[in-house]
């Protein structure tokens, strides 16, 4: 009898098909239709995927195979989709974070015309369908299809408000990041395809467990995989992408941070860790650079003024620890971050909307200032999912971050010591964030002062249910310390990602940790409030401040050694290659043609005693060409 | 007599109507001039044909005959073709047949 889960084709289905129906009526349907087809599909989803999770988590994983894509002589890619622990875990995050931001953003882009309306609900509908076909690809090909799909679509909703130059150029400067990145992802699916035959997880991995990979192939692959994933995660040196990617709508921030696009590179990683397991020097490298862009950007995020900029930034230093964890191979530890992660990241988010919502459209947090009075569930909300990413006990990042921490200090003290650094820098920057929005005096003008109101119930229930799930959302992953068989998560993870074996530091040692940990980030936090509690605006920041402020000048950094040379070499190719050499190639051809016709042209006398010469000359010569070429 | 005495007068006879064709401007000698070279080719192909009996047959002897009538057939039109044409201009110079240019 088939298996029942040969209908998991529906999940990525619906979405598909709302994106059709949402893109094909825009100009025909009404709003409230479009809010209906567009919630309701990924709904239907997300409803599927608990059904699937719950049987996969009975009956192990699935893999529904259901037409060859490919066939070149002995290569067959079939498009056969894959539900496991992994898979299926993050399809629930997808589709009910994905759900939530659906919902908010029906309020959310109210004003918008209809037809906008159905466009922007298509493109939704259209990220969620891709990311849903990347994590439920079986084999690498059909993962670069979605991995293509949500670039695509993180272009069309960056760019949503098309008639802005700054948010195309946002939208461009995404495509081109990400295009980095997805080349060297498929030079490393190409590799792959040549050293095993095919893209199948199950067989790729295979093939890694026997061995049969050289050495120097598993670094190429899996440091070319790595970068794939930098472009799409927002790692050094590809994430400047992301902070611009504010360009957006808010719920699309939400929805690119938290459910889709991002992860994609750590769900890349850890469905392939039989790979990265092999590689040393890979796993060195991952490490590396994800500690150094959790600092860098947490850094950043520290004097930034924009509201959503301040989360863009630690977004990207969340991945940096995400990373940091795969590269440590804690691969679950990794997977439980992503998870909380788009938990509260989320949240955040959706809070930061209804505060520009309620704001006018205002996103400086300079101007703002005391709005936890009047934008009760927003403000509780918003503190929910501060003291969540700050990491503190019972909240769900706390496990996560935690997770990660631990697996640092058992690799080496002096990781764990920046590691733990940049922990209470995201625990500062948000608390300056929230204590600058929420508390003190009111800042903006008169006019939004009087605006400012509660955002309408779709809006604020996606963040109640959000801020629950950032609150208990980690306790799927409790420490043994605390619960004897608590961390359910890398249970149910074992099949894909196996439990990594070592020795553990001793309980004694993980509980000074945690207490470590804990009280420090209570620290930065008090000191944030003593800080921020009254703040007032200043003059421009000077030294560091505004070294930081400014990014560390990357951009102008990247503008400077790449942007600028590429464009010198562009206008170098077309005012001097181009005119000269291909200009000259082309015109110099019409040129000879027309000449020499005009010369040839004189042939023709109509005198009949030179035609007849010319037929004797040529017939001699004929004669004479014969008599030599005959040798 | 040997047969390079043949092969001689024939190529004397055909160099003879290439030059007049090439230098003659009256179109009657251009003519003759043609003729001049069909018979140096017949008297060629009766030469080699009597001089391979049984392997060439008398094939080229009736080659000539087939030359000699289409001659007849073509030296008809031909000075038909120049009656008319002196008839036109009142002359047979044929630098004054340029119109195929146009």
């Known amino acids: ?631 | 007599m040997p047969i390079v005495y043949y092969l001689y007068l024939s190529l004397a006879l055909f160099c003879i109507g290439i030059v007049g064709v090439l230098t003659r401007r009256n179109a009657i000698i251009i003519f003759m001039c043609i003729e001049i070279m069909l018979n140096a080719v017949n008297l060629l192909l009766v030469a080699f044909s009597k001089m391979h009996p049984p392997k060439a047959g008398i094939d080229g002897q009736l080659f000539v005959f087939f030359i000699m009538v289409v001659a007849a057939a073509e030296v008809s039109v031909g000075l038909a073709i120049i009656v008319m044409m002196y008839r036109r201009i009142h002359s047979v110079d044929v630098n004054f047949l340029n119109r195929l240019k146009h």
């Open chain 1, 1 to 631: 009898m088939e298996n029942v889960l040969q209908i998991v084709w529906l999940i990525p289905f619906l979405p598909l098909l709302g994106f059709l129906v949402n893109g094909l009526g825009r100009k025909y349907m009404p709003k409230a239709m479009v809010s209906i087809v567009g919630c309701g599909v990924i709904l239907a989803s997300f409803l599927m995927s608990i059904w699937v999770f719950i049987h996969v988590r009975e009956g192990g994983g699935y893999v529904a195979d259901y037409f060859n894509f490919i066939v070149v002589d002995k290569l067959k890619i079939p498009f056969a989709l894959q539900v496991d622990e992994l898979s299926s875990l993050f399809l629930m995050i997808i589709t009910g974070v994905g759900f939530l931001i659906h919902v908010y953003s029906t309020a959310y882009m109210h004003e918008e015309k209809p037809e906008h309306f159905g466009r922007y609900f298509a493109y939704l509908n259209l990220f969620v369908f891709s990311m849903l076909l990347l994590v439920m690809g079986a084999n690498y090909v059909i993962m670069f299809i979605g991995w293509e799909g949500v670039g695509l679509c993180s272009y069309l909703l960056i760019g949503y408000w098309f008639k802005n130059v700054a948010f195309n150029k946002a939208a461009n400067k995404a495509f081109v990041m990400n295009r980095i990145g997805d080349l060297a992802f498929l030079i490393a699916i190409f590799w792959i395809i040549a050293k095993v035959g095919n893209a199948n997880y199950a067989d790729v991995i295979a093939f890694a467990k026997a061995g049969k990979f050289g050495a120097s192939d598993i670094t190429v692959i899996t440091l070319l995989l790595f970068v794939g994933a930098t472009g799409k995660s927002a790692q050094i040196p590809l994430y400047t992408w992301l902070p611009d990617a504010m360009a957006g709508p808010t719920p699309v921030s939400a929805l690119i941070h938290a459910a889709t696009m991002v992860t994609a590179g750590i769900y890349m990683i850890a469905r392939s860790n039989a790979l990265y397991s092999l590689s040393d020097l890979t796993m060195h490298v991952v490490t590396y650079v994800g500690l150094a862009t959790a600092i860098l950007a947490a850094t950043i995020a520290v004097q930034q003024n924009d509201i959503k900029k301040v989360l863009a930034y630690s977004t990207v230093s969340q991945l940096g620890y995400m990373f940091m964890a795969l590269g440590l191979g804690a691969y679950s530890a990794a997977v439980f971050h992503v998870m909380t992660h788009a938990f509260f990241k989320a949240l955040l988010f959706l809070g930061s909307g209804s505060v520009i919502h309620a704001m006018s459209g205002e996103q400086d947090i300079r101007n703002m200032g005391g709005l936890g009075k009047k934008l009760k569930i927003t403000s509780f909300t918003f503190l929910m999912g501060c003291i969540a990413i700050a990491g503190i006990p019972p909240f769900s990042g706390f496990f996560s971050k935690d997770a990660i921490l631990l697996s640092a200090f058992e690799e080496n003290k002096a990781l764990y010591a920046v590691a733990l650094l940049g922990a209470l820098l995201t625990a500062f920057y948000m608390f300056r964030l929230f204590f600058i929005t929420f508390t003190g005096k009111f800042r903006g003008t008169e006019d939004q002062a009087h605006h400012v109101h509660e955002s309408p119930l779709s809006m604020t229930l996606p963040l109640i249910i959000l801020a629950v799930l950032a609150l208990a959302g980690g306790w799927v992953g409790i420490p043994e310390v605390f619960m004897k068989g608590g961390d359910k998560l890398s249970a149910f993870l074992s099949p894909v990602i196996p439990v990594k074996e070592g020795e553990s530091p001793g309980h004694s040692t993980e509980l000074a940790l945690m207490a470590i940990s804990t009280i420090a980030v209570l620290a930065v936090i008090a000191f944030s409030w003593f800080r921020f509690r009254g703040y007032q605006r200043k003059g421009e920041a000077q030294g560091l401040a505004k070294v930081l402020e400014n990014k560390w000048y990357v951009d102008e950094l990247y503008e400077k050694i790449i942007v600028k040379p590429l464009q010198q070499f562009g206008s170098f190719l077309n005012d001097v290659f181009e005119r000269s050499v291909v200009d000259g190639l082309v015109n110099g051809v019409g040129r000879a043609v027309s000449y020499s016709s005009r010369q040839l042209r004189l042939l023709q006398s109509g005198q009949v005693g030179s035609y007849v010469l010319l037929m004797v000359l040529s017939m001699l010569l004929i004669f004479v060409l014969q008599f030599f070429l005959r040798k």
